[in-house]
């Protein structure tokens, strides 16, 4: 059972947004990704209030994806990253990403926290960043 509500061309745009931010990171990193979007389109909380739908989430501004002002973005999603955003609409979760509201790709480490966020672990390129429970009960579901 899908954890948000989507449709087709949802499913797409949420798989082009895994690509173009964590392809270097493999489906293991798109998955995090994606897990990223979705918990953003759940919580009610801190910079997501008003985001209920996965495109609310892919275009947010302020406060999105870089990806999103890059062309890489606006091309076809391939049918593999189709089923890996599949996948997380479905709420498959993979740590460290299963709570997390944030991510980015620092130059060294992952600083201990990022605009007062705990850093929840490293994959690969990106480090994630949660809240805690009391700020944001939805994304700990």
């Known amino acids: 059972m899908a954890v948000v509500k989507h ?5 797409e745009l949420l798989a082009r947004l895994m690509r173009a931010e964590a392809e270097g990171d493999g489906d293991l990193g798109m998955l995090m990704v994606g897990n990223t979007g ?3 389109v759940i919580a009610s909380c801190l910079d997501f209030p008003n985001i209920r739908t996965i495109t609310n989430m892919v275009y947010q501004s302020p406060g999105g994806f870089e990806a999103t ?6 091309q076809r999603a391939r049918q593999s990253e189709i089923r890996l955003a599949r996948r997380v609409i479905q709420g498959e979760r993979q740590h460290p990403a299963s709570n997390s509201l944030w991510f980015f790709m620092p130059e060294g480490a992952c600083p201990e926290q990022w605009y007062g966020q705990w850093n929840v672990g490293r994959y690969k390129a990106h480090c994630f960043y949660a809240p805690t429970a009391a700020d944001c009960p939805e994304v700990f579901r």
């Open 38 to 40: 979705i918990n953003r």
């Open 7 to 11: 449709n087709e061309a949802e499913v």
């Open 69 to 74: 002002q890059k062309g890489y973005f606006y």
